[in-house]
């Protein structure tokens, strides 16, 4: 092993993100290529004839605050339902619980897909040479074709200093750009009228599905011509361009969400960027984005590029699926997860990535269940690649719902339980929701918010800012503590301190007496969140050196947390007893992120445990109709390699890209699941695929940092930079035939300790980063 303390090796090097490249346009969503800004997204489609853009903003938001969602039986029932469920009257306690602990939304709402900006093109003649691309390390959609000798180009951003879309279209030829601007309406109601260059749409997010149809944010948008040369004219309620040079189309929108001023907004963005030209716009937004983008890269397979390489997307996702090999895709896969949480989430963003990101088909918010943000799995997936793969700040606007939920979950945890600090359920929306869900079975969920603000935890132990843990994580953390300090209740077998009632989310089971069962004391999965609640708050007062007091009660109801279970197949309980699942191949297997995020179960700290977690998914996946869904194949990925099986988790994750992932490489829940009647697009599985990634190549637990834990043997050389460890650094790995060819590690924390262990398979390496703050491990042959 050879050691040097100053070496920076290969990861000063930046490798090219990677592009998605198709040679015909979009014929439906699931074609069209992303951007956004952290607010304001598109789905481009490249038309020749028409270039459609599909808008989505993240405020835009049905429904509005209330402070009435609480079932007021709730508080009166609670103590008889827990004697019911004790004493073993399932039937019962279940009838009990539906009629007073879910909650009454009474407008809860849905961020809703905004209008389309659509250009119908005056052309002549078939084109040839098409095609549209979407880079990665520029944020770009370009489609470029030659029609009538003539060679047309455009190109749209989602520009984050600029707050707005552009549009840029240009041709080879002088005086050859006609078309005709128009804003085409979709499901909010609203009013398109056209002026000075400008299509502007009026309206208000409203719809009866999931709010009272009278409340939502009022939306503005206005779509800009600025035309170079030619004649520009408005026709109705659009904008018509004849024989200009080229042109250039901002796209602004605005909400009055939390008071904002949709007209102010809508009109200093546009005067901007106008004033600031094209150019500068597209400048500033690559230079910002590369800063985020380019932190990270990945290579799987060092020689000369496959063949596969050379082809069109959607022709390497086809041929992947039919069994070939394309790392290449992998690693683009890899970076296409970050390129969305780039665009979907920045540290100015309002709000976090919802269901969808930033990109709404429309599909989620006309569901039973909404694009909103659902914090039993699906939002904390959404963030899993921010802070391994060095995006930390894209969880900015995570923290600030956290802190509004923690705010609003105050009364819900005094009104529901007479508990102290706050509690949040398992759906919240743009103002802070914190009862129940409204339906059995996924609607009491009561360590959802406990759940969520885990994501705090994360970021400081990546980068152990004490001022960020004082003054936004442990407020959080310690109210959240006192919660079920006040809440757990003892269970007279054991003695043991539980939660309850409330769902192992989303799944049922089969209780003794027969009944169909959610409602259950004890689920694994509320035990998994107290414990880490308990024990981050534990920690943190000590680092903080405050509320010594509160930690003596810590402990006392640590030590009293029910132990993990396992049951008749082998498998990890979910549940406090042994319960058989009603729904054996359902989606849900919340008590493994005892696994991960949770690190409470491992194969080298509880190899019995860890087992028993294998069995869990492996009963899953192999029972009858198994719900096969992106964020499962995630989950499956990111389990995996906790259990150190890298094969197991590629297996997942090609699964992941291939079987739940679109020809845009867009994750999808599939039609037939959860009521679903088509593939709708979700977030997670893009994020969490690249979550997964990360996790196969480094894992760390703010003591050790461990080098190829989980390197499947189907990438035998490979290499990748800027994937970031708790306790404040960053790594750079190179291998080559399955073995560690060098590593390069510095600190990117003041707080980071300069002295670090690494783990390579069996051997623990004590390093010393030195006064420089870096070394590299090199292995020889």
């Not at 208000?204 to 939306?219: D, F, K, P």
């Not at 003892?490 to 003695?495: C, M, W």
Request: charged share 25%.
């Amino acid at each position: 092993m050879l050691i040097s303390s100053s070496s920076r090796d290969f990861d000063d090097r930046v490798e090219p993100a990677g592009v998605l490249r198709y040679t015909s346009p979009a014929t439906r969503w699931f074609e069209a290529l992303p951007i956004g800004n952290g607010r304001l997204s598109g789905m481009v489609y490249g038309g020749t004839d028409a270039e459609t853009i599909g808008l989505s903003e993240s405020t835009a938001w049905s429904g509005a605050p209330s402070e009435n969602d609480v079932n007021p039986a709730a508080r009166e029932n609670l103590a008889r339902i827990r004697e019911l469920l004790f004493a073993g009257d399932y039937a019962a306690a279940q009838e009990l619980s539906r009629e007073s602990l879910l909650g009454r939304p009474r407008s809860f709402g849905t961020n809703l897909p905004l209008p389309e900006v659509v250009l119908r093109f005056e052309n002549h003649g078939s084109e040839t040479g098409y095609e549209r691309t979407l880079d990665l390390d520029t944020a770009t959609v370009k489609t470029d074709y030659v029609r009538d000798g003539i060679r047309f180009q455009r190109e749209a951003i989602a520009s984050n200093p600029h707050g707005l879309i552009a549009v840029r279209l240009t041709a080879s030829a002088p005086a050859c750009l006609s078309f005709d601007l128009a804003v085409r309406s979709g499901v909010i109601p609203g009013r398109i009228s056209a002026a000075d260059a400008t299509v502007t749409f009026d309206g208000h997010a409203y719809e009866t599905m999931h709010s009272n149809g009278r409340e939502g944010v009022a939306v503005l948008i206005r779509a800009r011509v600025i035309a170079e040369g030619g004649k520009v004219e408005t026709v109705g309620d659009g904008v018509r361009v004849k024989g200009a040079d080229a042109a250039t189309i901002f796209i602004a929108v605005g909400t009055d969400w939390m008071g904002a001023d949709p007209s102010s907004t809508v009109s200093q963005l546009l005067d901007r960027a106008i004033g600031d030209g094209y150019d500068a716009v597209r400048s500033a937004h690559v230079d910002d984005h590369r800063e985020l983008m380019r932190r990270s890269s990945l290579r799987l397979g060092l020689e000369a590029p496959a063949a596969a390489a050379t082809l069109p997307t959607d022709e390497r996702h086809r041929l992947l699926a039919d069994g070939g090999i394309d790392d290449e895709l992998v690693a683009l896969y890899y970076q296409y997860g970050r390129y969305l949480t780039i665009a979907g989430s920045r540290k100015n963003s309002p709000l976090p990535l919802a269901l969808q990101g930033q990109w709404n088909d429309g599909l989620a918010s006309s569901a039973s269940w909404t694009n909103d943000f659902h914090l039993d799995m699906n939002t904390q997936q959404n963030y899993w690649a921010a802070e391994p793969t060095g995006l930390g700040e894209c969880q900015e606007p995570l923290f600030s719902l956290i802190e509004l939920i923690a705010r609003t979950g105050r009364g819900t945890a005094s009104e529901m339980y007479r508990a102290q600090g706050w509690v949040a359920h398992t759906v919240t929306n743009a103002w802070g929701y914190t009862a129940p869900g409204s339906g059995e079975g996924w609607g009491l969920n009561v360590t959802g918010g406990a759940w969520i603000a885990l994501q705090l935890w994360e970021h400081f132990e990546y980068n152990r800012d004490l001022d960020f843990l004082r003054h936004r994580a442990y407020p959080v953390f310690r109210e959240a503590a006192l919660f079920f300090l006040t809440y757990l209740v003892a269970e007279p077998q054991h003695g043991w301190l539980v939660a309850g009632p409330s769902d192992s989310p989303e799944n049922w089971y089969t209780a003794p007496d027969g009944t169909r069962s959610s409602v259950a004391m004890g689920n694994t999965v509320d035990r998994v969140f107290a414990e880490a609640i308990l024990r981050i708050c534990r920690e943190a007062s000590e680092l903080l050196d405050v509320d010594r007091d509160l930690r003596a009660q810590i402990d006392a109801v640590r030590d009293l947390l029910p132990p993990f279970q396992i049951g008749r197949h082998g498998q990890l309980q979910e549940w406090l007893h042994d319960y058989e699942e009603a729904d054996p191949a359902h989606r849900h297997t919340s008590h493994l992120c005892a696994l991960y995020p949770e690190r409470q179960i491992g194969p080298r700290t509880t190899p019995e445990l860890a087992r028993a977690a294998a069995v869990t998914i492996e009963r899953r996946r192999a029972a009858p109709g198994w719900e096969q869904t992106e964020w499962v194949e995630a989950n499956f990925t990111v389990y995996y390699a906790r259990l150190l099986d890298g094969d197991r988790a590629l297996e997942h994750l090609t699964s992941l890209i291939t079987d739940a992932s679109e020809t845009n490489l867009m994750s999808f829940s599939a039609g037939g699941v959860a009521g679903a009647a088509q593939n709708i697009y979700s977030f997670d599985g893009n994020a969490g695929g690249t979550a997964g990634i990360a996790e196969m190549l480094v894992q760390s637990d703010g003591k050790t940092i461990e080098l190829l834990p989980a390197l499947p043997t189907a990438w035998p050389d490979g290499e990748v930079s800027g994937l970031r460890a708790k306790g404040g650094y960053e790594l750079a790995i190179r291998w080559r035939r399955g073995r560690l060819e060098s590593a390069h590690i510095r600190t990117i924390s003041a707080a980071a300790r300069p002295r670090v262990t690494v783990r390579l398979a069996d051997e623990f390496i004590e390093l010393d980063l030195g006064t420089v703050g870096e070394a590299t491990i090199g292995v020889e042959a």
